[in-house]
């Protein structure tokens, strides 16, 4: 059976995985169904159609100026998955980049890199987010950029850690003992035994950045010409108060989709490797092993150590 | 110990150093011509002459980023291009909101998810322990604002809590009105917050109660509580502390959104504004604040923990 | 009647047996040996007498010590009888101890415990316990953490922190399987003097281990297992010189081939 498809079944037999993979195909549908059909125009106003109830016309109803909240509902959901995918294989690639190269170059140029890299963190994603939208426009591209950029900081770190770690084994002294390339070490040892974590923490990732371009959009940043459920809820907040019930369309479907990413995350995680069941494959912020790790922390040399 | 501790404020002050560098390259750099970006498409080219007169940007890059951090080590955040108030007296007083806002967040999320996350790992097997996991499963997912959104529609107007909007007056002129306009987006934020720590105190105590040293103890004759109090609260500690000091930066972030959410006029509404007004001049200090912000308290997280933990105390010179 | 009477104890993880119905008797003062091979279950079964085998596992059968059924007891109950009546060595003197308490007041926290001694007369009996198992300068050592001791020095705090109540019974893991060769000797010496020289009645031993060559040193009767199950048990001597089972014959021939004697 191909690699890809065991891992597909592994990941189906855990019961976070299910119920993931169960989300996230809601998703899916939705964005596939919001090409083949879109009941209204999302973003079009029609005075006098304020917040009719659930009907045939409106599954979902309409909010204060009669947009449709189904038509929002669905195609905010391509928005969502485009920009939660995107800003994951940004931060897949910064991550991946800085983390492997701060983690194999020799010890004053890593160690600078992944200083630089803990500052980095110290900018919230959603502050930097802010300021590039602000200055490049509210485009899909620059908002899974920004996003992409401040979580590929944290998987970076995320990653060096790893990387030394296979560094450690012996089997790499060995393969550099009979003469391997730094380049093919990295491709055929590092990157296939980092990718298990990589790959966990992509999804979470994804999750996240689907919560940052919603926020961004409730902030009133990103472009107002595309159906966002951030942007559904800026609207549907001025009239909170008076008619709470129509926030938990785009918020329920909100949560589908991260939750979906989260379940994923824990399914892939059972899939790829149990023995991350354990600490190694918890969210970035729940591992206590990779916080906070000062260049010159002896306990965190003598955990990357092999026993 | 004392070396230790210089060597750190030195780190502390390189990273200070680089992060301002940071800022500084993604505001002035990046942009390309930054007056257009604040003048916007409609400024005339005068107009456009007299943003880069007032910003220094027909000087060399170095020589303006000299003045900036000049400036601000003196105290002098720069000065707003519209308005020109100057970045500190604003930021002073939407402070009042930001840090009284961030400060009881966080210790009623500490208070809460030490506890719970503590209950969950020593249940973990059971029901309950698993369904304390699920919910916090549930509780990350759920982005801040739609906690808040359902705060604001079940309790808004019930007990006096606002749902939104901070009194004109502040602390000094309207203090339980100030208290009440806070509340809900404390909890906002705290509800967040915990979900996430909740599961890392879990995570982390879990991970002390299988060591050999909590076995040991019990072999002694303690029972499980007492060894896990006795042995395993300083250890599981250890990790819990330093990632408080990361999630201070995720914090500022909902602070970000949550302060628009509930209309309160503190820093983060403050910046939200400023980008939407292309101040960028005032944006750049703001940055630099959050950014040293972290920086410091990642600085004290550290400091910290060394001192819980003896062993990076005597190891390396 | 013998201190320690256990019949028919089985552990199991799910369907999976560990433990199969072993059952042997200690005597007060006895020393007994397990010997085993790693998976062989013997670390399982003394974790069990005292109650102390992951959650995850089934345990069945019967423990008694000192006329009392130990098997099935409340924890609460149980951690009255550890450390002050039956305690246990581990096998690795790295993880055993806090790394954040002073071994001091390690060894000082069975005493309070169990007899309720203050902190002060507490930790004066720890200073006296360091120095009984052969640590230099206890009253330094005592103020010392574990990563500040060598291995051989840590395990010497773990047979302090055992003995520091005076238990009927003695509960060995592999004590010196993590130590270096030639501390080794050392760290089994101040065991086994120290568990004939108790006050009054001499302490019990039970020694686990996989090491042979070990067992005439530490102990009367041995106790061979593998894969779970008793193989076959004895006297010492008799054992070694005239093996009955199969398999013990192949430990002994292993161990002489091994032996550098």
């Given amino acids: 059976m191909s690699p890809v498809l065991r891992i597909l079944r592994d990941i189906l037999r855990s019961p976070s995985g299910r119920a993931g993979v169960a989300l996230l195909a809601i998703v899916v549908v939705a964005v596939v169904v919001s ?52 800003s994951a294989l940004v931060a897949g690639a910064i991550g991946t980049l800085l983390g492997v190269l701060s983690a194999i170059t020799p010890r004053a140029v890593g160690e600078s ?24 426009g509210g485009s899909l591209f620059t908002v899974s950029l920004a996003i992409g950029f401040g979580s590929g900081t944290l998987l970076a770190r995320v990653l060096r850690a790893e990387t030394k770690r296979v560094l450690s084994h012996d089997y790499i002294t060995a393969a550099a003992a009979s003469g391997t390339s730094t380049l093919r070490t990295v491709f055929r040892h590092i990157l296939p035994n980092i990718a298990p974590i990589a790959i966990v923490q992509l999804s979470l990732i994804a999750g996240l950045a689907i919560i940052a371009e919603a926020s961004l959009s409730l902030l009133g940043l990103t472009s107002l010409s595309r159906p966002s459920w951030g942007r559904m809820l800026r609207e ?72 | 110990m004392i070396w230790f501790a210089l060597r750190r404020v030195a780190l502390l002050a390189v990273a200070l150093f680089v992060a301002s560098l940071a800022i500084f390259a993604l505001l002035r750099l990046l942009p390309g011509d930054l007056a257009a970006v604040i ?106 604002f739609l906690v808040g959104y359902v705060l604001i529609a079940v309790l808004a107007g019930k007990f006096g809590l606002p749902s939104q909007g901070f009194p004109r007056r502040r602390w000094s002129g309207d203090l339980w009105r100030s208290v009440r306009s806070l509340v809900l987006p404390t909890l906002t934020l705290a509800t967040a917050q915990t979900a996430v720590l909740m599961r890392f105190v879990r995570t982390s105590t879990l991970e002390v109660l299988n060591q050999d040293y909590i076995r040991t103890a019990r ?23 330093a990632v408080l000091g990361i999630q201070l930066a995720s914090l500022l972030a909902g602070v970000v959104v949550i302060e628009t959410v509930f209309n309160l006029p503190g820093v983060g509404r403050m910046l939200v504004d400023d980008v939407g007004k292309r101040d960028f001049d005032k944006v750049q200090g703001t940055v630099l604040l959050i950014a040293v912000a972290v920086l410091v308290i990642g600085f004290l997280v550290d400091l910290a923990h060394h001192l819980i933990d003896p062993r990076l105390r005597t190891a390396r010179r | 009647m013998s201190l320690l009477e256990v019949r028919g104890l089985t552990v199991a993880f799910g369907d999976q047996v560990v433990v199969d119905n072993v059952s042997f008797s200690l005597d007060g003062g006895g020393r007994m040996a397990i ?92 200073v006296e316990l360091c120095g009984r198992v052969g640590l230099p300068d206890p ?40 130590l270096d060769v030639t501390v080794q000797a050392e760290v089994l010496a101040v065991l086994a003097e120290l568990v ?23 102990a009367d009767h041995l106790l061979v297992m593998r894969s779970g199950a008793i193989v076959e048990s004895g006297p010492v001597a008799a054992l070694v010189d005239d093996p009955q089972h199969d398999y013990t014959k192949q430990l002994l021939a292993a161990a002489r081939k091994t032996a550098l004697r």
């Fill in chain 1, 35 to 86: 090409y083949l059909w879109i009941p209204y125009d999302p973003l079009r106003p029609v005075p006098g159609d304020d917040f009719l109830g659930i009907s045939r016309d409106h599954l979902f109803g309409t909010d204060a100026s009669g947009r449709d909240l189904f038509s929002g509902v669905i195609a905010g959901a391509r928005v969502s998955l485009l920009v939660g995918v995107t």
């Fill in chain 1, 113 to 136: 890199v992944a200083y630089v890299i803990d500052v980095l963190i110290a900018l919230p994603t959603i502050v930097l987010a802010l300021v590039l939208l602000g200055l490049f």
């Fill in chain 1, 236 to 307: 549907l907040q001025a009239t909170l108060s008076a008619n709470p019930g129509p926030i938990a369309y785009p918020g329920g479907a909100l949560v589908i989709a991260v939750l979906g990413f989260n379940l994923l995350g824990d399914g892939l995680r059972d899939a790829l490797d149990p023995r991350l069941r354990t600490n190694r494959g918890a969210l970035l912020s729940e591992r206590p092993d990779l916080v906070v790790v000062p260049a010159d922390d002896p306990i965190a040399a003598d955990r990357e150590a092999p026993r």
């Fill in chain 2, 39 to 144: 003048g916007g498409v409609r400024a005339s080219p005068e107009q456009l002459e007299r943003i880069r007169e007032e910003l220094g940007l027909n000087r060399p890059l170095w020589e303006q980023y000299f003045e900036w951090m000049g400036g601000v080590l003196q105290g002098d955040l720069g000065r707003s291009a519209l308005t020109r108030s100057t970045v500190t007296s604003e930021l002073g007083e939407k402070l009042t909101v930001t840090g009284p806002l961030v400060l009881a967040s966080s210790v009623l999320s500490v208070a809460a998810s030490v506890p719970l996350g503590i209950y969950a790992a020593m249940r973990a097997r059971r029901t309950d322990g698993l369904a304390l996991s699920a919910v916090s499963q549930l509780g990350i997912a759920l982005p801040p």
């Fill in chain 2, 219 to 241: 072999a002694k004759g303690l029972t499980r509580l007492r060894a896990m109090f006795a042995h395993g609260l300083r250890n599981a500690s250890i990790p819990v502390v």
């Fill in chain 3, 35 to 126: 010997i085993g091979e790693s998976g062989s279950g013997k670390t399982l079964t003394a974790l069990s007498v005292i109650g102390l085998a992951p959650e995850t596992a089934t345990v069945t059968g019967s423990v008694v010590f000192g006329g009392e059924e130990l098997l099935g007891r409340a924890d609460r109950a149980l951690s009255k009888v550890r450390g002050e009546d039956i305690a246990m060595v581990f096998q690795n003197p790295q993880t055993s101890l806090n790394p954040l308490m002073r071994v001091g007041k390690q060894v000082a926290e069975p005493l309070r415990r169990h007899h309720g001694m203050d902190r002060r007369a507490a930790l004066a009996a720890a």
């Fill in chain 3, 139 to 178: 009253a330094r050592t005592v103020r010392a953490f574990p990563h500040q001791l060598s291995g051989g020095q840590r395990q010497r705090i773990g047979i302090a922190i055992a003995l520091a109540c005076q238990p009927a019974m003695l509960i060995a893991d592999e004590p010196t399987t993590a």
């Fill in chain 3, 196 to 218: 004939a020289a108790g006050d009054g009645a001499s302490t019990a031993l039970l020694f686990i281990t996989h090491d042979v060559a070990l067992v005439p040193a530490v």
